[in-house]
Structures are given as structure tokens and as C-alpha cells.
């Protein structure tokens, strides 16, 4: 699928510009390939960020469903234990503490049930229950005063060469 150019500010793509066409009684567009236009306004970079966060949310939780993978949560005790004691089989373990040491309190229920906990869930053992789930700790948009200064120091100022304003981990 390729984008194309109606003159001045119109960009769509061939099939929409031949339905266009068609509709008003012409006939297909011949169009040319529009020029790629790289970004150079760090505002339309992090509007765009912005506009994709929620796409590669819906990727990532997917992603880490397939592949039993881990993402970021923190949450009370208690909570983590309910997780735990929900979480089936083949999900297991469901969470590894950041802290070492609390892993085998939680195993044992000896953990003050109030204490905040962070590690790795995985996905699959909160995906279903949207209380759980808004515990995970995603990623946010890369901070601006980072963004400038890599933009500066790493890529001589080509504000399209960032490519991880808006990231997450598995």
C-alpha cells in the first residue's frame, strides 16, 4: 500500500484516490509516489508517539500473552498473592519480585500483605481481570529533556532518527 499526492496538502492512498475518482465520474487516478518526508519537529514526533501508545499497548499485551512474557508490575502484597493464588498452571510462576528476598515470603504468605511489591507478571495471569491489570506499570513516553539531548549529542540534530519515544518491555 502506498501513499500518493492530490497536489499541495492531499496525501492518500491509491485505492482511496481511485474511489474518489471514480465516485465524481472520472476515471483512476495516475498518481506519483509521494517523496518520504522526514519528521523534524520533535512536536510532531511526540504527537505522533501519542497517537501510537495505545496500538502498541494492545501489541505488547498480545506479544507477551503469546510468548508468556513478563511485564512490569507493582502492587500490594495482597494483591500479588491473589494473582498468585489465581494464576493456572501453566502460568506459573506468575511473579518474580525485583527483591529476591521477597519471593520466598510471598511463597510462604509470611509478607506483610500491605507492602509494595515491584517485578515482572506475567501477562496472562492479569490479562482477564481489569483490576490486576491496571497494575502493570507501563512504559511512558521517553522524557522530553532526554529526547532533545539524544536528538543533540547522538543524531546531530535529525529529529527522525529517535525512534523510542514511545517503547515498552517484555
Given amino acids: 500500500r ?11 492512498s491509491h485505492s482511496v484516490a481511485n474511489s474518489i475518482l471514480a465516485s465524481s465520474g472520472g476515471g483512476r487516478a ?6 518520504p518526508r522526514l519528521t523534524t519537529s520533535l512536536d510532531q514526533l ?14 505488547v499485551a498480545f506479544w507477551a500473552a503469546e ?3 513478563l511485564l512490569r508490575f507493582e502492587a500490594r502484597a ?7 493464588a ?7 510462576p506468575a511473579f518474580f519480585p525485583l527483591n529476591p528476598e521477597d519471593e520466598d515470603s510471598l511463597i510462604s ?8 511489591l515491584r517485578g515482572f507478571v506475567r501477562w496472562g495471569a492479569v490479562a482477564e481481570r481489569a483490576e490486576w491489570r491496571e497494575y502493570v506499570d507501563w512504559a511512558r513516553l521517553k522524557g522530553t529533556e532526554r529526547a532533545i539531548e539524544k536528538v543533540l549529542r547522538s543524531y546531530g540534530g535529525g529529529v527522525s ?6 517503547r515498552e518491555t517484555i
Avoid at 30 to 35: E, G, M, R, T
Avoid at 47 to 59: D, E, N
Avoid at 78 to 84: A, K, T
Avoid at 86 to 92: D, F, G, I, K, T
Fill in 109 to 116: 504468605g509470611t509478607i506483610e500483605g500491605s507492602r509494595q
Fill in 30 to 35: 495516475v498518481l506519483a509516489p509521494d517523496k
Fill in 78 to 84: 495482597s494483591l500479588i498473592q491473589e494473582v498468585l
Fill in 46 to 59: 511526540y504527537a505522533q508517539a501519542i497517537g501510537l501508545r495505545p496500538i502498541l499497548l494492545r501489541k
Fill in 161 to 166: 532518527r529517535l525512534f523510542d519515544v514511545c
Fill in 2 to 12: 502506498r501513499t500518493y499526492s492530490l497536489g499541495s496538502e492531499w496525501s492518500v
Fill in 67 to 69: 510468548s508468556r512474557g
Fill in 86 to 92: 489465581a494464576a493456572p498452571v501453566e502460568l506459573q
